[in-house]
């Protein structure tokens, strides 16, 4: 398929209606109706140490620091060589990819703006931007509010993007290749065989390819705490891809708003330039904090990977108990689940929209993620054990309820 019918967009803004509605709902009713559980949005619950929120007040406290990010080179030259010191330790094969703090990397308030900031770039009014189905709504969102088109492309078996089932179609006007590995929502981790052939193909087609990495420390099971799923140390990658990593999700940093991109030159200098006329950088007491995490953020990252393991091996438990067939995913937060057969709604939005006003439990319907998604939901497992263990209760009571 090459569009998708409805936007993915659409899929979160009736996300918020529903939730606007329920609360509207929940208030008339003088409490009768259950609170809201949310496990839509990817909204982590885990707060930063009180360390790292100690050093931030201690570099607040400098009155150096509360001017023009873009004026203090000096501290982002740092914040740079601290990011690709971090990428070259943590990431398979990336110790052997010359980097310069210079030319090969941008911070970012978070990954989401280097989404932005990419398709902003390198898309025109009716250029194709490929993405595999399903996918993340944003890359969609963006590209639309560019007045590029979307073409799906299929992935495998095994939920591996293949770029050898694009059609001679799809490729009239593309420019860029938007992959995210984990992947949001399936969390599958792209092979480096994946890689390399998106990598050849976009030189073949002269393609840019971006690659999301926001999940990247939520790996379920790291490789002799190296990661897997990266893809600069491929042949020809640093021509024409660059990678976007966030701490919003490793280190309990959501709303901090701490990212990067690392790869090409071509495409890190033009995206400097749209940032620079949007912004002048992230917040200098932010900057500190961020160098200073990244030189131990496997160590910061860890425990919130393994409490997230934790929530993954309870959440597949419970809801393949239900009847539900769910796998554990290899990276990330989200339970990425088809419909059971028992269900009353074939629908993934008509599903959503009972299973909230029933058990005031919100996800996400899959065809917010394309046209692949139909059929699907996502459940962000954001909440800790108490709270999903009341989740579990309700699904299990309405479950029985509706046989």
Same mark, same amino acid.
């Given at each position: 398929?090459? /569009?998708?019918?409805? @936007?993915?967009?659409? $899929?979160? +803004?009736?996300?918020?209606?529903?939730?606007? !509605?329920?609360?509207?709902? %929940?208030?008339?009713?003088?409490?009768?109706?259950?609170e809201?559980?949310?496990?839509?949005?990817?909204?982590p619950?885990?707060l930063?140490?009180?360390?790292?929120?100690?050093?931030?007040?201690? /570099?607040?406290?400098? @009155?150096?620091?509360? $001017?023009? +990010?873009?004026?203090?080179?000096?501290?982002n !030259?740092?914040?740079?060589? %601290?990011?690709i010191?971090?990428?070259?330790?943590?990431?398979?094969?990336a110790?052997?990819?010359?980097?310069?703090?210079g030319?090969?990397?941008l911070?970012?308030?978070?990954?989401?703006?280097?989404?932005?900031?990419?398709?902003?770039?390198?898309?025109?009014?009716?250029?194709?931007?490929?993405?595999?189905?399903?996918?993340?709504?944003?890359?969609?969102?963006?590209?639309?509010?560019?007045?590029?088109?979307?073409?799906?492309?299929?992935?495998?078996?095994?939920?591996?993007?293949?770029?050898?089932?694009?059609?001679?179609?799809?490729?009239?006007?593309?420019?860029?290749?938007?992959?995210?590995?984990?992947?949001?929502?399936?969390?599958?981790?792209?092979?480096?065989?994946?890689?390399?052939?998106?990598?050849?193909f976009?030189?073949?087609h002269?393609?840019?390819?971006?690659?999301?990495?926001?999940?990247?420390?939520?790996?379920?099971?790291?490789?002799?705490?190296?990661?897997?799923?990266?893809?600069?140390?491929?042949?020809?990658?640093?021509?024409?891809?660059?990678?976007?990593?966030?701490?919003?999700?490793?280190?309990?940093?959501?709303?901090?708003?701490?990212?990067?991109a690392?790869?090409?030159?071509?495409?890190?200098?033009?995206?400097?330039?749209?940032?620079?006329?949007?912004?002048?950088?992230?917040?200098?007491?932010f900057?500190?904090?961020?160098?200073?995490?990244?030189t131990?953020?496997?160590?910061?990252?860890?425990?919130?990977?393994e409490?997230?393991?934790?929530?993954?091996t309870?959440?597949?438990?419970?809801?393949?108990?239900?009847g539900?067939?769910?796998?554990?995913?290899?990276?990330?937060?989200?339970?990425?689940?088809?419909?059971?057969?028992?269900?009353?709604?074939?629908?993934?939005?008509?599903?959503?929209?009972?299973?909230?006003?029933?058990?005031?439990?919100?996800?996400?319907?899959?065809?917010?993620?394309?046209?692949?998604?139909?059929?699907?939901?996502?459940?962000?497992l954001?909440?800790?054990?108490?709270?999903?263990?009341?989740?579990?209760?309700?699904?299990?009571t309405?479950?029985?309820?509706?046989?």
């Amino acid at each position: 398929m090459t /569009h998708s019918q409805r @936007p993915p967009a659409e $899929g979160f +803004a009736l996300l918020k209606t529903m939730t606007e !509605q329920y609360r509207q709902r %929940q208030l008339s009713s003088g409490g009768a109706l259950p609170e809201l559980i949310d496990l839509s949005v990817g909204n982590p619950d885990v707060l930063p140490a009180r360390y790292w929120q100690e050093r931030l007040i201690h /570099h607040i406290k400098d @009155p150096q620091l509360h $001017g023009y +990010a873009e004026f203090r080179p000096d501290i982002n !030259q740092a914040l740079r060589q %601290q990011v690709i010191a971090y990428h070259q330790r943590r990431f398979e094969g990336a110790s052997a990819v010359p980097l310069d703090a210079g030319h090969h990397v941008l911070d970012l308030l978070g990954s989401k703006e280097g989404i932005f900031y990419a398709l902003f770039a390198f898309l025109k009014s009716g250029d194709t931007v490929l993405l595999p189905a399903p996918s993340y709504s944003v890359y969609h969102a963006c590209a639309e509010q560019v007045g590029a088109r979307v073409a799906y492309f299929p992935c495998d078996e095994h939920g591996q993007p293949d770029v050898c089932l694009i059609t001679p179609q799809q490729l009239t006007r593309a420019r860029l290749v938007v992959l995210c590995s984990p992947n949001n929502p399936t969390g599958t981790i792209l092979t480096q065989q994946t890689l390399q052939r998106t990598v050849a193909f976009a030189r073949q087609h002269s393609l840019r390819v971006i690659l999301d990495r926001a999940y990247a420390e939520l790996q379920v099971a790291p490789d002799e705490g190296m990661l897997r799923g990266g893809g600069l140390h491929l042949e020809g990658a640093m021509a024409c891809m660059i990678e976007l990593h966030s701490m919003s999700k490793s280190c309990g940093l959501a709303g901090w708003r701490m990212g990067f991109a690392l790869g090409a030159p071509s495409m890190i200098e033009a995206m400097k330039r749209l940032k620079f006329n949007s912004d002048f950088g992230m917040f200098l007491p932010f900057q500190r904090v961020a160098t200073e995490i990244l030189t131990q953020l496997e160590s910061v990252s860890g425990p919130i990977r393994e409490r997230y393991v934790h929530r993954i091996t309870l959440a597949v438990e419970a809801f393949n108990a239900l009847g539900w067939k769910v796998e554990a995913p290899e990276g990330g937060f989200f339970l990425w689940a088809q419909l059971p057969g028992h269900v009353l709604c074939a629908c993934d939005v008509a599903f959503t929209q009972s299973l909230l006003d029933e058990t005031g439990l919100l996800v996400t319907p899959g065809s917010a993620f394309g046209p692949a998604g139909k059929g699907y939901v996502r459940i962000a497992l954001v909440h800790n054990d108490g709270v999903l263990a009341c989740v579990f209760e309700r699904l299990r009571t309405w479950f029985l309820n509706t046989q």
